[in-house]
Nanobody, 126 residues
Framework: QWRFVESGGGLVQPGGSLRLSCAGS????????IGWFRQAPGKEREGVACIVSSGQNTYYANSVKDRFTISRDNAKSTVYLQMNSLGPEDTSVYFC???????????????????WGEGTQVTVAS
């Protein structure tokens, strides 16, 4: 059974930084692209960033480009999301999931809908 555990969220002031971690289990994590998603209250879940299985290619949503950095440590089956210059619009629950990978690129489409974790809450407020 695929399982994802997100951690690292918290309360941060505008302009601050956080580093989220996503630990995967139940599958060979280094064979899959992994993506970060977020969902704010009353809004649909949106894709934030993804990284291919090798770690050599990434994708970022326009809203986080140049502020967020996704990386992975396949030896630890862990994917990270470094978030800088946070603003109130980044307040959400953040989730990770295995996503599609094709021709060396990742796409923000979860491979499975039954493996979402509980997410980690990020709140940006002064």
């Amino acid at each position: 059974q695929w399982r994802f555990v997100e951690s690292g969220g918290g309360l941060v002031q505008p302009g601050g930084s956080l580093r989220l971690s996503c630990a995967g289990s139940g599958f060979i994590a280094d064979r899959y692209a992994i993506g970060w998603f977020r969902q704010a209250p009353g809004k649909e879940r949106e894709g934030v960033a993804c990284i291919v299985s090798s770690g050599q290619n990434t994708y970022y949503a326009n809203s986080v480009k140049d502020r967020f950095t996704i990386s992975r440590d396949n030896a630890k089956s862990t994917v990270y999301l470094q978030m800088n210059s946070l603003g109130p619009e980044d307040t959400s629950v953040y989730f990770c999931a295995a996503v599609q990978e094709l021709d060396g690129r990742c796409a923000m489409r979860a491979l499975r809908t039954d493996s979402w974790g509980e997410g980690t809450q990020v709140t940006v407020a002064s």
